[in-house]
Nanobody, 123 residues
């Protein structure tokens, strides 16, 4: 089994930055994609960003492109999300997820999920 644990969330002012990290433990494949998703109150879970198995390709939702950056450090078994220029509408619970190799924006294709971590962006 694989366990994913997010960290780094919290309260930040609009225009500020946060960095989320997701640590993977347990059995992991030699090549896997990682994704970040979020769910705001009253909304469905939505795709935020994904990174492919070797870290050479990244994908972003239109709403965050240019503001957020996903990266991975396989030596530390972590994936991170740098969130810049935060807006109140970025307020949500953020989840990291893992799937075999290929990156995807489809939540149904991910095999493992973290517990989620709250990010609140205030004015």
């Amino acid at each position: 089994q694989v366990q994913l644990v997010e960290s780094g969330g919290g309260l930040v002012q609009a225009g500020g930055s946060l960095r989320l990290s997701c640590a993977a433990s347990g059995r992991t494949s030699s090549s896997y994609a990682m994704g970040w998703f979020r769910q705001a109150p009253g909304k469905e879970r939505e795709f935020v960003a994904a990174i492919n198995w070797n870290g050479r390709m990244t994908y972003y939702a239109d709403s965050v492109k240019g503001r957020f950056t996903i990266s991975r450090d396989d030596a530390k078994n972590t994936v991170s999300l740098q969130l810049n220029s935060l807006r109140p509408e970025d307020t949500a619970v953020y989840y990291c997820a893992m799937k075999a190799r290929g990156a995807s924006a489809d939540t149904m294709l991910y095999d493992y999920w973290g517990q989620g971590i709250q990010i609140t962006v205030s004015t």
